[in-house]
C-alpha cells in the first residue's frame, strides 16, 4: 500500500493553518499499553520512564503493541549569511564537507543509525547559497522559508514508527540562539554559548551579532513564524516542517540538541500542543538548550554531555525506547508466568 506524506504548503499562512487542526493521540492504544503495563511481572511502575514511553510510543503510532521496526533519522543541512561575521569556530565550508562524509557513511551519526537499526537520510539545503546575514535583512525570503517548510513536509510519511530530527550548519547555534532569544526574552548573553568551540572572546562576540539581529528585526518578533523566517536559517525552517508533518500523519519524534530544539520552540509559540508526540532525545552541553527544554517542559532522555548535532543525541536515545518497547511487548504477564500477584508472594525486592 502506497504511503503518503503531508501534503506540500502552498503559502506560510498554511503553516498556521495546519497548527490549527492537529491530530490528538491514539487513547485505546495507550490504555492498552497501560492495561499491560499492570499485567507485567513485576512492581507497578518499578520500569520508571520506560512504561511511560512504551505507553506514548503507542499512543501516537495508533497500535498496541508498539513497534520500533521503521526508524528513520532526518538531518537537514543548511548555511548561514551571518557566519562572515566571526560567529563559529568553523568556516561555511565545513557544512557541505560533514554532508559529503555523511554520505561517506564516515560521521558518528552514521555508526549511530546503524548500530540502532535506522534509516539515516541526509537533506542539503540550497548550500551553495548561504542565507542572507541576519543583521543586515531577513535571513529568508518567505519563499525561501516556505521551501525549507516543505523540505521538511516531505521527509515524513505514514507507517514510520518514529523520526528522529536533527541538523548540520556552521552557524547555526547563532540562528538558533537568535530564535531563542527572541522568543523567551532576555539578553542575548543567556543564550549565546560556544556552540562548535568558540573561546570566551568568540561568545562575547556571537552575543553582540545577535543583539544586533534583535534590534533590526524588533518590530516582527511578537510573530513567531517571522522570528523563525528573520533569524532562523534552512535547516531550522525544514526541521520544524518536519516536526509538524511528523503530528500530522502520528509518527512520535525525537529531537535532537540545542538547534533542533529553538526550531520546535517556534511550533510550540505557534501552537501551545504542537509537541505532544515529541520527546526529548537529549540535553547537549550547550547552555542555553536547558532553557529551551524547561519552557517546551521536555524531560531530556540522556545528558550526555553532546554537542556533536547532526541528530548524534537524538539517535543515541533510539536506544531507551527500543528498551521500552522490549520489555513491553517481550516480559510476561503474571498469568503468563504463573507468578502469585499477592502482595509478600511475588519474591520481589524492595529497591
Known sequence: MATACPAPLKALAEFRDRLAALPGPCTRSARAARERQ???????????????????????QGRHPPRLERIRIAVFAGNHGVVRRGVSAYPAAVTEQMVRNFEAGGAAINQLARA?????????????????????????????????????????????DLLCVGEMGIGNTTAAAAVAAALLGGPPQRFAGPGTGLDPEGVRRKAMVIEAALDRHRHALDDPLEVLR???GRELAAMAGAVLGARLVRVPVLLDGFVCAAAALVLQRLCGDALAHAQAG???????????????????????????????GAATAIGILKAAVACH?????????????????????ED
Open 38 to 60: 499492570g499485567q507485567l511481572t513485576k512492581p507497578p511502575g518499578s520500569l520508571g520512564r520506560l512504561e511511560e514511553l512504551a505507553a506514548w510510543l503507542a499512543a501516537w
Open 116 to 160: 540502532f537499526g535506522a534509516e539515516l537520510r541526509v537533506y542539503a539545503l540550497e548550500l551553495h547559497s548561504p542565507t542572507e546575514d541576519f543583521v543586515d535583512a531577513p535571513a529568508m525570503s518567505p519563499e525561501a522559508c516556505l521551501a525549507a517548510l516543505n523540505a521538511g513536509l516531505a521527509a515524513v510519511e505514514e507507517g514510520l
Open 230 to 232: 528573520r533569524l532562523g
Open 282 to 312: 537529549h540535553r547537549s552541553a550547550e547552555p542555553a538548550h536547558r532553557l529551551i527544554l524547561e519552557e517546551l517542559r521536555l524531560q531530556p532522555l540522556l545528558d550526555l554531555g553532546m554537542r556533536l548535532g547532526e541528530a548524534s
Open 329 to 349: 511487548n517481550g516480559m510476561a504477564t503474571f498469568e503468563d508466568a504463573g507468578v502469585s500477584r499477592s502482595h509478600g508472594e511475588a519474591g520481589f525486592g
